[in-house]
């Protein structure tokens, strides 16, 4: 079972860029999805989640409105629009997927997810 993150780089700021998660090994079509990322010298943090349905999204208070999370269930991935991009979002982000299927409420808590992917650098230059 594995997640692969890709998309990421260099981007100015006030650009976008879109990021890609693809699992293999599995389905899951019936977890929720998560973003996270972790900035140099600081903790993971949340990002976005997306329900196993597709119909519910949750977003960090410094995304909202900025970032977008959507999936394709029949391609198995899982996607992050992000937009008026800023320094701040410098980040590896990684993705990750609910441990708990066919959950009801999405969670925002490291723990709650696994497996997670990779990451993948995005760096936003001022």
């Known amino acids: 079972v594995q997640l692969q993150a890709s998309g990421g780089g260099l981007v100015q700021a006030g650009g976008s860029l879109r990021l890609s998660c693809a699992a293999s090994?599995?389905?899951?079509?019936?977890?929720?999805m998560g973003w996270f990322r972790q900035a140099p010298g600081k903790d993971r943090e949340f990002v976005a989640a997306?329900?196993?349905?597709?119909?519910?999204?949750a977003y960090g208070d410094s995304v909202k409105g900025r970032f977008t999370i959507s999936r394709d269930k029949a391609k198995n991935t899982v996607s992050l629009e992000m937009n008026s991009l800023k320094a701040e979002d410098t980040a590896v982000y990684y993705c990750?997927?609910?441990?708990?299927?066919?959950?009801?409420?999405?969670?925002?808590?490291?723990?709650?997810?696994?497996?997670w992917g990779q990451g993948t650098l995005v760096t936003v230059s001022s």
């Open positions: 997306i329900s196993w349905s597709g119909g519910s999204t």
């Open positions: 990750a997927a609910d441990r708990a299927p066919l959950r009801i409420g999405l969670q925002s808590k490291l723990k709650e997810y696994d497996p």
């Open positions: 090994g599995r389905t899951f079509s019936t977890n929720a």
